[in-house]
């Protein structure tokens, strides 16, 4: 059974910083391409940071330099280290595993102004 876990999320205030962890079980996580989306209200999901199965990384601008996407294969968990948050930054946040096709539940980001 395919999981995906998300943590770390939370209210913070603007300027300050979350880290996000997503957990994963039930697949070849060292094959998987993983990725962090966002959905805010009214808006469609977008995507926020990827990293491949070999560790390059790739941002959404509006988030380059102040974003940091990271994976440990040994414990099969990718890293969303958010650094300078700003109100906009308010989404819920989905953790990705392409190869897979799975999605986490989602985990709530609120910055606050």
């Known amino acids: 059974q395919v999981q995906l876990v998300e943590s770390g999320g939370g209210l913070v205030q603007a300027g300050g910083s979350l880290r996000l962890s997503c957990a994963a079980s039930?697949?070849?996580?060292?094959?998987?391409?993983m990725g962090w989306y966002r959905q805010a209200p009214g808006k469609q999901r977008e995507l926020v940071a990827r990293i491949s199965s070999g560790g390059t990384t790739n941002y959404a601008d509006s988030v380059k330099g102040r974003f940091t996407i990271s994976r440990d294969n040994s414990r099969n968990t990718v890293y969303l280290q958010m650094n300078s948050l700003k109100p906009e930054d308010t989404a819920v946040y989905y953790c990705n595993a392409a190869t897979a096709n799975a999605w986490g539940q989602g985990i709530q980001v609120t910055v606050s102004s």
């Open positions: 039930g697949i070849i996580f060292v094959f998987n391409a």
